[in-house]
């Protein structure tokens, strides 16, 4: 019995891990970039986009095209950015359960 209180007082405390970093997830932000920096792409640990930077030197009408898939390339390096950050920040969350053998954490 005194294996199960351990375990839940673990768990108890893995949830409250979980909820900080959430909230830090939440309040980050990741910065993605393409065409050496002529397009920046910002979103919010949510996924939500917070910026979106074009260099001038794009805006021409005959650019479209590029101006398209570099949007594209620094929404794409942005999301690659925040999932590690989420990976990393949910690695160290669950570090610290100790599960009985046997056992381990869903992937």
Same mark, same amino acid.
């Given at each position: 019995?005194?294996?199960?209180?351990?375990?839940?007082?673990?768990?108890?405390?893995?949830?409250?891990?979980?909820?900080?970093?959430?909230?830090?997830?939440?309040?980050?932000?990741?910065?993605? /970039? %393409?065409?050496?920096?002529? &397009?920046?792409?910002?979103?919010? @640990?949510?996924?939500?986009?917070?910026?979106?930077?074009?260099? !001038?030197?794009?805006?021409?009408?005959?650019?479209?095209?590029?101006?398209?898939?570099?949007?594209?390339?620094?929404?794409?390096?942005?999301?690659?950015?925040? /999932? %590690?950050?989420?990976?990393? &920040?949910?690695?160290?969350?669950? @570090?610290?359960?100790?599960?009985?053998?046997?056992?381990?954490? !869903?992937?």
């Amino acid at each position: 019995m005194t294996d199960l209180m351990g375990l839940m007082k673990q768990a108890q405390a893995m949830q409250q891990k979980m909820a900080e970093a959430q909230e830090k997830l939440a309040a980050s932000q990741v910065v993605g /970039e %393409a065409g050496a920096g002529l &397009v920046t792409l910002t979103l919010s @640990g949510k996924g939500e986009m917070r910026a979106l930077s074009i260099d !001038p030197s794009l805006l021409n009408p005959a650019e479209g095209e590029v101006v398209e898939d570099l949007v594209m390339a620094a929404h794409n390096d942005a999301k690659r950015k925040m /999932e %590690a950050m989420q990976q990393d &920040v949910m690695k160290d969350v669950a @570090g610290g359960l100790q599960l009985p053998p046997g056992m381990s954490m !869903p992937g």
